[in-house]
């Protein structure tokens, strides 16, 4: 089993940047692959990006394209999700999400696909 633990969520002001961090624990030798999911109120719970296994292989959503990098620190466990040049629409529950996967498959942005969640953390972004 693996655990995911989000941190970093917050208020901020547009045009403000936030760096949202996951950490998994359990079986931390899974090869599992990591991303964000958001949902704002009354929206379906939209992808943000991942990384594979391994690391080598980034992919966003199209509305967080420019403006927001995923990374990670494999000694830690930790992925890490920079938002730069946050804007209003910006604002929901993020939450992280790993599935199984072999090494260089692209994180999936499919939710029936999604084998473990975080609890989710707010983001709010308002003047």
């Known amino acids: 089993q693996v655990q995911l633990a989000e941190s970093g969520g917050g208020s901020v002001q547009p045009g403000d940047s936030l760096r949202l961090s996951c950490t998994h624990s359990g079986r931390t030798f899974a090869m599992i692959a990591m991303g964000w999911f958001r949902q704002a109120p009354g929206k379906e719970r939209e992808c943000v990006g991942g990384?594979?296994?391994?690391?080598?292989?980034?992919k966003y959503g199209d509305s967080v394209k420019g403006r927001f990098t995923i990374s990670s620190d494999s000694a830690k466990n930790t992925v890490f999700l920079q938002m730069n040049n946050l804007r209003i629409d910006d604002t929901a529950v993020y939450y992280c999400a790993a599935h199984r996967a072999v090494s260089g498959q692209p994180f999936n942005c499919r939710t029936s696909d999604i084998n473990f969640w975080g609890q989710g953390t707010q983001v709010t972004v308002s003047s």
């Open positions: 990384i594979s296994w391994g690391g080598t292989i980034k």
